[in-house]
Each structure stands twice: as C-alpha cells, then as structure tokens.
C-alpha cells in the first residue's frame, strides 16, 4: 500500500486493519451477543495497538519479540524503508499470521524473566508439533465454575457471569501469588497458564515458583485462604505431546488443535496418548500481547507404543 506514507486515510486504514488483527475472536455465541463482551475485546485490542506503537525498538523491552527473531527483522527493514509504522506492523503481522511461526520465533515468544518448567524435547516432527519430557514442577490451580467471595482481603473476585470464569480464576490464582495467602508472602509470576477439563469440571493452573518445585517443598509453601478454592499441588513431570501456535487461543481455534494433536498421535509412530486424560491448553504470554508474538500450546500425556507396534510401523 504505497499510498500509506503519504496518506492519512490509508494510515488510518491501516490502523483500522491491525485494531481487527488485534482483536480476540468471540466464537461462543453468548458472547458475540454480549455488549460487555464485546467492548472488552474492542478494549484490549486498543491496548495491544497502543502498547505495540508504544515500544520504541522491537526486542528491546519485556514483551516484545528478541531482536534476532523473524519478525525483529523484518519489522526493522519496514522501518529504515521510511514505512510509517502502524504500516509495519500491519504487514509483518499479516505474513506471520499467513506463513505461520518457525521454532525459532515459537522459543523466542517466551516471556524473558519469567520462570516455566524445564524440559527436554525428545522428538520434534514439525510444524510445532514435538514430545517433551519434563521435570516435575509444582502448580496452584482453582476450579474456573466454583463460585468465590468478593471478600477482596481473602481473593479476587467471584463468579457472577460463566463469561467471566477465565478472568475470575486468573485473579483468584493472582491474588494468591501476589500476597492474599497466610504468610502475606508476593511470590514471582511465571509461566505459562495452564486450562484443562471441560465445561463443568474445567480448571486453571499457575505455575508455582521453583522453590517449591520439588517433592517436598509445598508443605512450606504459603497456604490458599481456604474460601478461595485455589489448591496446591505437585505434577511429577514425564513425557508429554505438544502442538505449538500463536494467535489468540479461541474456544474453536483450540478444540480443532486438540483434535489434530490426537490425529497426529495416532499417526506417530513411536507415542502415544494416555487414555483418560484431557488435553490440556497452555498460553505463555500476558493479554496484551499482540496476536502475532504470542505462545500458546496444546499438550497431553504420552507413552510409548510397545516395541513390536513401533517395530511394525
């Protein structure tokens, strides 16, 4: 769009193009029919733009791509080409968005300075799509459906909307690491935040600091107030499949994930599924991350096929 460097219409243009790029998709049809939820949407995706034209030099500041990334680079070009920047950005977004993230971009999307639990890759197939074995780390985790007093010395928020769910179980799970526990204590954020389940028996997850990773260590952690259904405990880590994207993770972008991570599972010669556990949906990155520079993954538990159906394949 040559005109955009001149023309204050096509700049605006542009700026309507990546409001659009940056707006979270609404695919449950109560909240497309939401006014409050739907200005919320438009809200963030305001906030994205505005925090995006606000970093003065991508891979420099704490949510942005490192400078060596993909989109750094070609981000960079736009600029010494004299492009205006809302134009920058509206086109590098558009060719991630189309080409898709390599690995590289996938390990670069990781927030710098947040711990994530540690693990080895022991396959990669991919198109983001590897399996892991993990160390064992500990998680606080909260019910998203349990309804939570508003008492705020005690926890953050309760459940007056099921649309809220997600935001409500964040701030229970924030408020605890951040002090409202029995000791007072602000512990680190990390990374990711972890969903599982399904409807009614759906849950949230973060990630406790790794001073309580080990097998012991919860019992000196700081203790949930009890109203606030948020609970402790340890996950022992072990092999797990994982399909990497970026964007925003929509109920409907997800589910089709989960999907084609089973289909590759049952495709792979040498893993496969643990029946009986759900897979889960791990989102790495802060709301107001740009679409384009987020991290998010579907992973489930895995095993390996016996010797002679490996064998046999």
Known sequence: RPLARFSRRARRASLRRVLRLSTPT????????DPEAALGSRKRALTILLRTLATPEEGNDGGSAPSNSNFARRLKRKQFAQVPRIVSIE?????????GATMEDMDSRLPPGLETPKYEVLARRGNGYE?????????????????????????DAKI????????????????????KNDKSLSMKMTTPVVTTGQEDARQMSFVMPSEYWQEDSLNSAPKPFDASGVVLERDAGGDRAVLMFGGFAGKREVEKLKSDLLERLENDREWECQQGIPVALLQYNDPFTPPWKRRN???????????SSFSSN
Do not use: H, I
């Open 160 to 179: 007056s909307n099921p649309q809220l769910a997600g935001a409500s179980s964040f701030g229970a799970l924030a408020g605890y690491l951040f002090g």
């Open 91 to 99: 086109r590098v977004a558009r060719r991630e968005a189309k080409a």
């Open 26 to 33: 609404m695919d449950d049809a109560d909240d497309q029919e």
């Open 131 to 155: 399996v892991r074995r993990y160390d064992g780390y500990s998680l606080c985790t909260v019910s998203m459906n349990a309804a939570r007093p508003s008492d705020s010395t005690r926890t």
């Open 297 to 307: 993954e579907v992973s489930v538990p895995v095993v390996r096929k016996a010797a």
